[in-house]
């Protein structure tokens, strides 16, 4: 108990640590809010035309289409068309038609835009008495949250990982780990003091992130909670194994990296491509992948998919104990 009211002051006293468990949570927040902002004016098209050169008729018809902005000497407008945060295309007058100015640095769908203007105006008469029909815009930052969240939550569930490797090296750096070997506590003593502190802090910033960012039934959550302790394990027991091997701190951040990175690189990718068969079985072997998809299946909706998920986490979680308890019963063999 003493083990780990230590460890309880030495998160707190560390701010990076701090920093690690309530970044995920920032993070969702910011998610959260940003679903509820209209980002559909960064689609739009913008002109920029000569004060007194186009008719009133001209300037009408362009502002069907988009804002149009009057500048007063060719210089302003060139500028207004080469300024990189914009997209602005210039409009000028080419006898009966109109001649379209961009500085090529646009999406395509401006560049498009631009080079249809022209005959678009001189088909407007045509054009306008085409029947025209309006879809609805679809909303892009919620495309996006289907991916953004459940990667928030891999980061969140697997942050005791960051905490319980460095720990273990700071313990080796500071001369800690000798005093360890000869306390009178078992190997599983040990284990639970260096896994509960990561364990509880991944599990609270996970939940808490999950709480903002999804409305679940009763049933649902409890899934969720399930999807979220047993990866929090995980990823604190892998932490572990990430301080025994690590010789210094910048071998351990050099393993940290590539952890975190096959933590989220792996679901992503699969999820993306739509992996499945044989190749999924072997990408279940990374463990934020069954908690990546047990998310996504929770948030669609299909109960059958996370439950399956959480048996393939808890697999994880007695497949990774039972090794860590069996290199550290052989460590202690050799050393006596």
Same mark, same amino acid.
């Given at each position: 108990?003493?083990?780990?009211?230590?460890?309880?002051?030495?998160?707190?006293?560390?701010?990076?640590?701090?920093?690690? &468990?309530?970044?995920?949570?920032?993070?969702?927040?910011?998610?959260?809010?940003?679903?509820?902002?209209?980002?559909?004016?960064?689609?739009? =098209?913008?002109?920029?035309?000569?004060?007194?050169?186009?008719?009133?008729?001209?300037?009408?018809?362009?502002?069907?289409?988009?804002?149009?902005?009057?500048?007063?000497?060719?210089?302003?407008?060139?500028?207004?068309?080469?300024?990189?945060?914009?997209?602005?295309?210039?409009?000028?007058?080419?006898?009966?038609?109109?001649?379209?100015?961009?500085?090529?640095?646009? =999406?395509?769908?401006?560049?498009?835009?631009?080079?249809?203007?022209?005959?678009?105006?001189?088909?407007?008469?045509?054009?306008?008495?085409?029947?025209?029909?309006?879809?609805?815009?679809?909303?892009?930052?919620?495309?996006?949250?289907?991916?953004?969240?459940?990667?928030?939550?891999?980061?969140?569930?697997?942050?005791?990982?960051?905490? /319980?490797?460095? /720990?273990?090296?700071?313990?080796?750096?500071?001369?800690?780990?000798?005093?360890?070997?000869?306390?009178?506590?078992?190997?599983?003593?040990?284990?639970?003091?260096?896994?509960?502190?990561?364990? *509880?802090?991944?599990?609270?910033?996970?939940?808490?992130?999950?709480?903002?960012?999804?409305?679940?039934?009763?049933?649902? &959550?409890?899934?969720? *909670?399930?999807?979220?302790?047993?990866?929090?394990?995980?990823?604190?027991?892998?932490?572990?194994?990430?301080?025994? &091997?690590?010789?210094?701190?910048?071998?351990?951040?050099?393993?940290?990296?590539?952890?975190? *990175?096959?933590?989220?690189?792996?679901? *992503?990718?699969?999820? =993306?491509?739509?992996?499945?068969?044989?190749?999924?079985?072997?990408?279940?072997?990374?463990?934020?992948?069954?908690?990546?998809?047990?998310?996504?299946?929770?948030?669609?909706?299909?109960?059958?998919?996370?439950?399956?998920?959480?048996?393939?986490?808890?697999?994880?979680?007695?497949?990774?104990?039972?090794?860590?308890?069996?290199?550290?019963?052989?460590?202690?063999?050799?050393?006596?």
């Amino acid at each position: 108990m003493k083990g780990l009211k230590y460890q309880m002051k030495s998160v707190l006293r560390d701010k990076f640590c701090l920093m690690t &468990f309530l970044l995920p949570i920032l993070v969702a927040v910011a998610l959260h809010f940003m679903g509820s902002i209209d980002m559909s004016s960064l689609g739009e =098209l913008h002109f920029g035309v000569l004060e007194n050169e186009l008719s009133p008729q001209t300037v009408t018809w362009l502002e069907r289409y988009g804002p149009v902005t009057a500048y007063g000497t060719q210089e302003e407008l060139t500028a207004a068309i080469n300024e990189p945060s914009t997209n602005v295309i210039g409009v000028r007058a080419d006898g009966d038609s109109l001649k379209t100015a961009i500085s090529g640095d646009e =999406l395509d769908i401006f560049r498009q835009a631009a080079a249809t203007l022209p005959t678009l105006y001189e088909r407007r008469e045509a054009a306008g008495q085409a029947e025209i029909q309006t879809l609805e815009r679809p909303d892009i930052m919620e495309s996006l949250q289907g991916i953004f969240i459940p990667a928030v939550l891999i980061g969140a569930m697997f942050m005791g990982c960051t905490f /319980n490797a460095m /720990n273990i090296i700071s313990e080796k750096e500071d001369g800690v780990a000798f005093v360890n070997e000869i306390l009178p506590q078992t190997s599983s003593q040990y284990i639970l003091q260096k896994v509960v502190v990561g364990f *509880l802090f991944g599990s609270l910033s996970s939940i808490v992130t999950a709480c903002i960012c999804f409305r679940l039934s009763l049933q649902n &959550f409890g899934l969720m *909670l399930a999807l979220i302790v047993l990866s929090s394990f995980v990823a604190a027991l892998i932490g572990l194994f990430i301080g025994r &091997f690590s010789e210094g701190l910048m071998i351990g951040v050099v393993y940290i990296k590539i952890v975190m *990175l096959l933590f989220l690189a792996v679901p *992503l990718v699969c999820a =993306l491509i739509g992996v499945s068969g044989p190749l999924a079985v072997i990408c279940s072997i990374v463990p934020s992948r069954p908690a990546f998809e047990g998310i996504m299946a929770l948030s669609a909706g299909s109960m059958g998919t996370a439950i399956k998920d959480v048996g393939i986490l808890a697999i994880h979680c007695i497949a990774w104990f039972a090794l860590y308890v069996l290199l550290s019963t052989q460590r202690k063999k050799q050393s006596t």
